[in-house]
Structure formats: C-alpha cells, structure tokens
C-alpha cells in the first residue's frame, strides 16, 4: 500500500515542473507529510513527520538560473544541483537521521536527461522529463528509507 504513494509524488513533482510551481512546492511534502501519517509508527514519530512540511522552502528556492541559491553560489549549475539536493534530505533527518539521503538527492538533482515524450491537454503542451521522474523517485525513496 505504501508503494502507491509513489504517484501522487511522481505527479505533484511532473505537473509542478509543467504548470504551477506551487503544486511541486506544496503536494510533494503534503503527500509525502500523509504517507508518513498513515505509516505505522508511533504517535512520537508522526508528531515528528511534521519537520517533513521543511521541504516547502527547499523547493521554493529553486535551483534554476534565476534563484537566489545559484547566485550564492556564483552561478555553478552543478555545485548548486548538488547544495540542493542536500538541503532536500535535511528534512527527512526530522524522523530518521540517515546519510543515504544525502547520496539519493544529490545525485538525482544532478541527472540531465531529455524528454520521454509529451502530450496535449486542452490545447497545452506537457513534457514528460526523464529527469523529473528520477528526483520525484529519489524523494519517494527518501521517504521509504525514513519510514523504514
């Protein structure tokens, strides 16, 4: 059952990269937040998983050209894919403190890769990037190893 979680994950994270920032922003910590509640740990651990809900202002910050996250880092593409990528597993470490996180994120926040394909919806062109399914995956595994 936990295994389902990886859609709306997946989702959240293909349609914000599309659409509107805000729903990658908010329905990736959100579901990841609710798959954790409906874990079967204890009370203590599901007080914890609220730190989750940290994730907000990581992905708010971006990493692309105009953030303020690449200009700190004098505009090194890598580098900053890479600073990301571990500021994405510190909240993770709110209910299990584990340094596979930051091996996951970063290397998937590094991956370049095209497009699978596209589609139209009511006129719209959407991409489906190789790229965004592997970080939506690293963060579900993230999440796995932390309910694990």
Request: charged share 15%; glycine share 10%; aromatic share 12%.
């Amino acid at each position: 059952m936990i295994y389902l979680w990886a859609i709306p994950i997946t989702a959240f994270y293909l349609i914000g990269g599309q659409v509107n920032k805000a729903t990658r922003r908010f329905g990736v910590p959100v579901s990841v937040l609710i798959m954790s509640l409906m874990s079967d740990k204890d009370k203590k651990t599901k007080l914890k998983s609220v730190g989750l809900l940290a994730m907000i202002g990581v992905l708010s910050m971006g990493y692309g050209e105009n953030s303020w996250l690449r200009k700190l880092l004098k505009g090194n593409d890598v580098f900053t894919r890479i600073v990301y990528g571990v500021l994405l597993g510190i909240p993770f470490c709110c209910i299990k403190l584990h340094f596979v996180y930051f091996i996951i994120l970063p290397v998937m926040f590094s991956i370049r890769a095209g497009a699978l394909g596209s589609f139209n919806v009511c006129g719209k062109k959407f991409d489906i990037l190789i790229e965004d399914i592997f970080r939506a995956i690293g963060i579900f595994a993230c999440a796995l190893i932390m309910l694990s």
